[in-house]
């Protein structure tokens, strides 16, 4: 398996380097040992895509926000709503 190393303020982690998240989440993930049973569960994850979204497209109409902003949010929640990303969210 290859690795990247992230850095936070407690210094440098190993994370997979097929996974979007930072150390952070690596930290938890290898301290707490938290499994798929405690997961958040998918319909909440895509919930907040839904979420996402549509604050996006309304901080863009607000002209808080760029097109190109909003439409690589709108791109990354539209994956994430047709499951392409549902192993990026392993912790509660």
Known sequence: M??????????????PA???WGAQTERSRNNFKIGPSASMP????HGFAYLKKAAAYANCELGVLT??????????CDEILAGKLDDQFPLV
């Open 2 to 15: 290859k690795y990247r190393i992230e850095k936070d303020t407690m210094g440098e982690v190993k994370v």
């Open 67 to 76: 097109e190109a902003k909003r439409n690589l949010i709108a791109t990354v």
């Open 18 to 20: 097929d996974k979007y």
């Open 42 to 45: 998918l319909e909440i994850v």
